[in-house]
Structure formats: C-alpha cells, structure tokens
C-alpha cells in the first residue's frame, strides 16, 4: 500500500496528550484502508527552547520540507513568551510554506450541546476560511523611546493583493462545494487603508462568481451575529486577526474548543500542509490525561483528506461522531469523567 | 434649577427614531430633579455629506466644544463609504475631545433573555472599557502600485504610553468600584509589537493596584470565553480594535444590541464628552417605527451620570427596568409588537 510521510510535532502541554491519541486512531485507519502513514516525530517545544534557546533547529523548515503532512499539536508554555514561541515555529512553518489558508470548519457535533440557547445543528455548521500568511500578524514594527513617557510603539499590517485575492477566491471555490454563501469580515470603517482594499478585492472576485452569495459584515456586528443569528453564516472569509478571533468564537458557539481542528493549508500541494487543533496547549490541564482528543483527531482526518485519503477521512469522522452520540466516553469538558486515552481508544474501537 | 447644553446629532437611520424617544425620557427625568436639558440639534449626518461633501462643518469640533455632553445616534447610511462618515465625525470628536475612554457596561436587563443556555442575569454582567483614542484605528498608511499584481498595502497601528497608561489605570480604578477584576485583552502572540508593549504596561500599572485581581487573556480565547464561561469576567479593559468587537459580543451575550449604551469619556472633563448606543443606524429597519430605544436611553443615562445627576440617572435605569420587566410593551427585537415611540412613552410614564 501507499505509505505517506508525516512530521508530527506534538509540542506542549495537551498537545502532547492528544496527539498520541490521534496518532492511535489515525493508523487504524489507515490500516483499514491499505495505506500507512510513516511517522517521525520532533521534539521541538518550549521545552527545547529552554533548553537550547530555539525552538526547532535552523535546518527545521528544510526538514520538514521531504514530508507529506505535519501534525502539529500545540505550543506555547508558561515562562516562554508567546510571541517567542509562535514565532519560532507555528508562523514560520506556515509562512514558509505558504500555507496560505487557514481552514476552520466547525458544527455541533452529536451529542455535545451549543453555549447557545435553542440553536440546532443545522444553524451552527460554518466554515472560518482565515488568510494565513501576511495581514496584521507582521514583524514590521517596534518600539522608539522605550521606557520614556513620549514612548510610541507601531506595529504595522501588510495586505498584498496576491495574498487578498487568493484567499477570497479560495473561499468562493468552497462556497461553491456548500451552501453557496461567502460572508467576508471587514472593518473598513476603522481601519481604513487594509480594509477598503479587502472589500475591493472582495467585490472584484464576488463578481466572478455570480451564482455565490456574497456579502460582508463588520467584524464587530458579526461577531454579534454569530451568536445571535448564526444560521445565515457558511462560509466566512476573514484576515489573519480577524479569523482567528472568529474561528475560536465559531467554536465556542458550537461544541467548544476541545472540538475544533484547523488545517494550515498549501493548496497547490508544492509544500507540506499542517494540521493542529485550534485550541492551545493548555498547560494548566497538561499531563493529566483530562484533555479532550476530538479536535487532534479530526484534524488528522482533514490531513488524511488532504493526502487524498476521503474515504479513510470520512471514517475517522464517523467513527468519532459514533462515540459522542453514545455518549458513553466523555471527557470532563464535555460532562463525562472519561481519559483522553479512554476517548482515543473508543474512536479507535468504532473504526 | 441648573441648566444642562447638549448637542444633539442623531444622524442617520434608526440614530433618528431612537434619540427622538431619548429625549422625551431624558427631560422628563430632569424636570422630576429640577434640572434642564437645553438642546441644540445638529443634522450633521450622511444626508448633510450627500448634500454638501461632509458630515460637518469645518468649525464643527469649535462648535461643539461650547457643550456640557454630546448626544448621539448614529452615523452611516449606504452609498457614503463608511470610513467617509465615521472618519468625518465620530472618530474626530472622539480624538479632538480626548474622549480616550469608552464604557460600555452591559448586563442582561429584566425581561430579555441571553443568547447564551442556561445563563443567569449575575453572570452576564461586565463592562468593556475599550482604548478610544488611538492603535488599532490610525490614519497612517497606504497603498503601493494601486491595481497593480505587486500592490500592497499598509495600515499603521500607534500605541503610546500615555494612552496605553491611561486607559489600563482607568479601567483598574474603575475596578476597585465593582468586583475588583480587570481582564486585559491582548494578543502578544500574533501582534509581536503593540502588545506585548500594551502587557507590560499592564503589569506595570496592575503591581499599583494589588488589590485588584488581574489577568490576561488573548483576545480569540476571550471571545470564545464570553460565550462558554463568562460569569469570571467583569471589567475587560482592551484596545480600540478589540474593545470594539468584545463590546459588540458581550451586548449578544448579554440582552443584545438594543440595549448597549456607550459613552465616549473625557475623564479630566475639559471637554465634552459623548453618548451613543452601540448599535450602527440599521438603514433597513430605519424610519419604521420599529427599532428599539432601550439602548439610546440608558446612553442618556449615562449622560446623566457624568453630568452629576446620578439620582435622576439612577430612576431612568430603574424606569427601564421596570417596563422591560412587565413585558407590555416590547419591540419587535424583544419579541413584542410595540413601536419605538410606544417604548419611549412607556420609559416616560414609568418615570
Ligand atoms: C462605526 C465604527 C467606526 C465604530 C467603531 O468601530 O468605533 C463603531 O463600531 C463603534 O463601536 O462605535
Ligand atoms: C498561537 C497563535 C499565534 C495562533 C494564531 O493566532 O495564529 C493561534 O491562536 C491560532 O489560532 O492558531
């Protein structure tokens, strides 16, 4: 059988937890499906940081270029400054990558209730379609009288037309495959060079596409919306900032963080796409084996769909919707008193 | 009796229906406490853009600075580019009056309901303080090779220490009046440059104040916490961008958009400062009748309130409340039938 090769990097904290389990469920699959995956695993972590001063070695982009996939499960770790963290692994993986999509699709899943009051499933299946490569995450900036009381900081965000345009069109295309709905986050009364380009580009590619409905919002007033009217929103297409507060909000009105996965994705396949889940690495709940596997492990069924692998994919989506709809195996965030290891190996079984 | 000047600007759409109602409440409030309200109204809207070429005359800002309070509905209508109407009056007042604070309590009000499941009216109670004077909102900036397939644009975030300082030591003083919690939104891990400068000012103020209890959250997980727990939040203190979607989420969470008052301060008072509701102008319900003034009265209250007429501010929240308790009378937002005026009148006679 095919055998495809995957970098895992289960980093910190839960990170480390749930990815054992996905790595459980997902050869099994595999297995099922007569192909494997051949694992090798980095340490590469705030723990190597402490210890060797970076997170992962120069060569580290150049390695992980000969895989298939990269499965990432969390980073960051008290004592480690974030923007140290993030920056010394997740933002360059992508951006050298140029996995310039970050998709995030989320929905009630069986057997887990929505935060919001009388919402079905149906009303709460969207998909964040977040641009992941430029926009307000920039390192241009810095610091000038520092410690001064005139003391400014700038911290600017860099838009291209190449990165706008492509991500909107990539939205457009999934809308097509969905409900045939884009809603486009924008905030061009605040911000007001980054955002009217946005919206220009939007309404320049909305017009390639007569048969999908677009439409744009205000960041703030959508944010409103998703947990006041939710039903209306598919597919969403925001910038860096603004799907990564969207995403995490569309998870928590659906089943929660422990649920959503996020694929950090190249689409013209010239290089490895990442896969994580979008929660962090929760180091407070770390090693206690509480934490919940679901969203690790749906995002290796969206890499085993990246590989080509739907059917494997499909299964693994079912095998886990078959455990939450029983409700047998739960772990604490979703009400039960089940392990993580427990949750993994229930997967595991309905495959 | 004493003898208030405010400005009145209700703008565009539903800014129009909802101040009308305000007022009706607000002088019968000052009549009962032996003050007045002398007003002057402004028709400084889109309409007067469309017209004229811009939202206010050039000696606007002189004129209003001869005011004890500004009253405002809403600016924007479609065909006037957003970043025209805001950036030609409300963004203006807000800087040339140092109105650097922006409060917007919300709590879930008798009668409504949360969008949330399962929430009670305790923990749906907080208030955002969001930085109203500069970062996020910046008119530096601009486009390179407009059009062109190398076209990039660049938007300027400005953090200073005096407004970084301001606006953290506001929120913590504000604090000690209430539960003694600030959470500060940040987001240090993706904006490398602005906020890890807005944390360190965090830390630095909150070692004043160790009385207080105080923590940071990255702004997508705070979101999503103000959907799955938001009973541990009460003071939220965030920049200009993120006060700006966080106060637009906590009002969903909380009763909704109709009933979120804002106030543009200028603590030190050597200007005015300015009152709105959170919500925009609604151009599709505008005109009708039908939108809900809770929110435009209690941003009169809150008027009230910096004016020094805490009592009669007091029984316009107590008036409110008592005519959402009884349910008679509801907009269509509440479920009800009733008009704007009809809720008004009701405020009114409550009073
Ligand atoms: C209209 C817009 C510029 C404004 C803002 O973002 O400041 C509004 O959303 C608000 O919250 O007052
Ligand atoms: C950790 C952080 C830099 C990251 C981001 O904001 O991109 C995370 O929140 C995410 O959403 O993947």
Redesign the pocket.
């Known amino acids: 059988g095919k055998s495809y090769r995957i970098a895992s990097i289960p980093g910190d904290g839960i990170g480390v937890d749930v990815t054992v389990e996905a790595r459980k469920v997902l050869d099994r699959a595999a297995a099922s499906h007569g192909f494997s995956l051949s694992w090798q695993e980095f340490d590469w972590s705030c723990e190597r940081y402490t210890k060797t001063g970076s997170m992962m070695p120069d060569d580290g982009i150049e390695q992980l270029s000969r895989f298939d996939g990269i499965f990432l499960g969390a ?2 770790f008290p004592g480690v400054p ?1 923007h140290v963290s ?1 920056w010394g692994l ?2 360059p993986v992508r951006r050298a990558f140029t996995q310039y999509v ?1 998709l995030r699709p989320v929905r009630l899943l069986p057997g887990t209730t929505s935060a919001l009051a009388g919402r079905s499933a149906e009303e709460l299946e969207m998909v964040i379609v977040r641009e992941n490569s430029e926009g307000e ?1 920039s390192e241009i900036g810095g610091r000038h009288n520092r410690g001064q009381a005139n003391e400014v900081v700038l911290q600017e965000s860099v838009f291209t037309r190449v990165g706008v345009e492509r991500i909107i069109r990539y939205a457009f295309e999934l809308a097509k495959t969905r409900t045939g709905r884009v809603c486009s986050a924008t905030k061009s009364n605040g911000l007001i060079h980054s955002m009217p380009f946005w919206d220009e580009i939007f309404a320049e590619i909305s017009a390639e596409y007569p048969d999908v409905h677009a439409e744009q919002c205000h960041v703030d007033a959508l944010a409103a919306r998703m947990v006041q009217a939710p039903d209306r929103l598919d597919v969403v297409v925001a910038s ?2 603004f799907g ?1 507060i969207l ?2 909000l569309a998870a928590a009105v659906t089943g929660g963080l422990g649920m959503a996965p ?1 694929g950090n994705i190249n689409p013209m396949g010239e290089f490895p796409s990442m896969f ?1 889940a ?1 929660h ?1 690495s929760a180091p407070d709940i770390a090693g206690q084996g509480i934490a919940n596997p679901v969203a690790q492990i749906l995002a290796g069924a969206m890499m085993l769909d990246h590989l080509g692998e739907t059917v494997a994919a499909q299964d693994v989506h079912a095998a886990v919707e078959k455990v939450l709809e029983e409700g047998a195996v739960q772990t604490p965030d979703l009400g039960g008193k089940s392990t993580t290891a427990e949750l993994g190996s229930a997967v595991v079984a309905a495959l």
């Open positions: 980073v960051g974030d993030l997740l933002i970050n995450y860096n900032l990564d995403s995490d996020s994580e979008v962090g």
